[in-house]
């Protein structure tokens, strides 16, 4: 298994552009998670689904970030327009539905916006 | 909303000797706990896995403690090693998610 995959591994763009991230979770996985690191907020969940429906957003910071799920085997996290403080590393993570399995991450995408 | 705080940033530590990192919380009970290994450009992996119902769990090395009267978990590496220096985080269990404390780098120093 390849695990979970991500694209692009690097991003910089200026402020004011649209930003898409993307992940390909662990086939069989249903659950899929996204989150933001930083220095200073450490490992920070935007948002999560289950069997490609949103469960929580709650941890999305303003209406300029999004994030679909099509299908299975696909999710988008886009930033529209971007800013310099949403520069942070993106990762992406899968994992069965069932309460306490651990979750795989992806390598990350790590964004600059300058 | 749920507070994590791992004791330190950095823990320094001699080869061979026992490393103790800390997970301390507040506002939550979670139904489990998880720890994380985070090495520099990588994604965090899975390395242990605590309920509430159970006081420690090893593996290897590795040992796990978890006293939810004191909302704390430490996390112990055995015989440390070069190879053990990383960012480790603790996770707190959700209905179906996960939240992160910061994380603690350590450094094991031949």
């Known amino acids: 298994d390849a695990g979970v995959i991500q694209s692009p591994r690097h991003e910089v763009t200026e402020m004011g552009q649209e930003v898409t991230l993307r992940c390909k979770p662990i086939?069989?996985?249903?659950?899929l998670f996204w989150y933001r690191q930083t220095m200073m907020r450490g490992l920070e969940l935007l948002i999560y689904?289950?069997?490609?429906?949103?469960?929580?957003d709650s941890g999305m910071p303003e209406d300029r970030f999004s994030a679909k799920m099509p299908n299975a085997s696909f999710s988008t996290l886009k930033i529209q327009p971007s800013e310099p403080r949403d520069s942070a590393v993106y990762f992406c993570?899968?994992?069965?539905?069932?309460?306490?399995?651990?979750?795989?991450f992806g390598p990350g995408t790590r964004l600059t916006v300058l | 909303s749920q507070k994590i705080e791992q004791n330190s940033e950095a823990l320094n530590i001699q080869e061979g000797k026992t490393a103790t990192l800390t997970c301390n919380y507040t506002?939550?009970?979670?139904?489990?706990l998880q720890w994380y290994r985070q090495d520099p450009g990588r994604g965090p992996v899975f390395l242990l896995l605590?309920?509430?119902?159970?006081k420690e769990k090893r593996k290897e090395r590795l040992k796990v403690t978890f006293d939810t009267t004191l909302k704390q978990s430490l996390f112990h590496i055995t015989a440390s090693q070069p190879a053990d220096s990383a960012t480790y985080l603790c996770?707190?269990?959700?209905?179906?998610?996960?939240?992160f404390g910061t994380g603690t780098r350590l450094t094991v120093i031949p």
């Open positions: 993570a899968s994992k069965k539905v069932a309460a306490n399995n651990e979750q795989f």
């Open positions: 086939s069989g996985h249903n659950s």
């Open positions: 689904f289950n069997n490609n429906v949103p469960i929580d």
């Open positions: 506002n939550y009970s979670p139904a489990y």
């Open positions: 605590i309920r509430e119902n159970e």
């Open positions: 996770a707190l269990g959700g209905a179906n998610n996960l939240f």
